[in-house]
């Protein structure tokens, strides 16, 4: 980012009946901020949906984006099975180069 000046976006979509997750926030910043990131320009913005797909999607066509990093988990069988993965979702329906990342 920093040789192309560009600009981090960090998105948090939450359900619209909880409260905004401003103490998560705050240590996210504070982890963001080091020196690998020093010089970079780092936004992060809150969305209330409760849908998360159409929350990331409404983002990204408000914004001027060009390319959507998301985190993956790690995830058993019953999980795979029951509860579709959101990146291979999200995926299918952007327009966008995409990079995925495994938490730790």
Do not use: C, W
């Amino acid at each position: 980012t920093e040789a192309f000046g560009s600009r981090i976006d960090i998105l948090h979509v939450y359900p619209l009946n909880a409260e905004a997750p401003l103490v998560q926030l705050d240590l996210l910043r504070k982890e963001m901020v080091n020196a690998a990131n020093e010089g970079r320009t780092i936004k992060y913005h809150l969305h209330k949906n409760d849908d998360i797909r159409e929350g990331l999607m409404n983002f990204l066509d408000a914004s001027e984006g060009e390319l959507l990093a998301m985190v993956t988990k790690k995830r058993n069988l019953i999980q795979k099975i029951f509860d579709p993965s959101m990146t291979k979702r999200v995926a299918m329906e952007v327009k966008l180069p995409m990079l995925t990342f495994q938490a730790l």
